[in-house]
């Protein structure tokens, strides 16, 4: 059975608006192409407006007004396609896209492949700060 999250899994990287440098996906250019082409959302891609993936103080930043947005509500009942937030250290700057209760799709600086992975066992049960819902998932998913 093929799912939308199996095309992504090992994908090598590709351009989006600047967002992948030096070959090396993060989870935030991952987040970006799925929405565009799974459910046709355009997110801001911040491009240029990070100097590098280890830089987690102006991810954070970056983090809180994204989810400031009044476009992102939080939720206790995650779906497919909210937006999984994770601690990294004192600071939230970790984003997994939900394939369903429980899995993410998500990429890290360890190996910069996405991944499909368990949330709520493991390293990252104890760091979910989250999830997050976009507006228009939610009247695309009501249409």
Not at 3 to 9: E, I, L, T
Not at 72 to 84: E, K, N
């Amino acid at each position: 059975m093929s799912h939308w999250a199996n095309g992504y899994v090992t994908m090598r990287h590709c351009e989006i608006d600047g967002l992948v440098k030096s070959g090396a996906w993060h989870c935030w250019a991952l987040a970006v192409l799925v929405y565009r082409q799974e459910i046709g959302i355009v997110l801001p891609s911040y491009a240029g407006r990070f100097t590098s993936l280890e830089e987690q103080a102006e991810i954070a930043a970056l983090v809180d007004e994204e989810r400031n947005e009044a476009v992102w509500g939080r939720t206790d009942s995650p779906c497919t396609f909210d937006l999984a937030l994770f601690r990294q250290g004192r600071m939230e700057t970790h984003i997994g896209i939900v394939v369903k209760p429980g899995l993410m799709l998500h990429v890290t600086l360890d190996d910069h492949q996405p991944k499909l992975e368990q949330y709520e066992t493991g390293r990252w049960r104890h760091r979910l700060a989250g999830f997050y819902r976009h507006a228009q998932a939610v009247a695309r998913s009501a249409a």
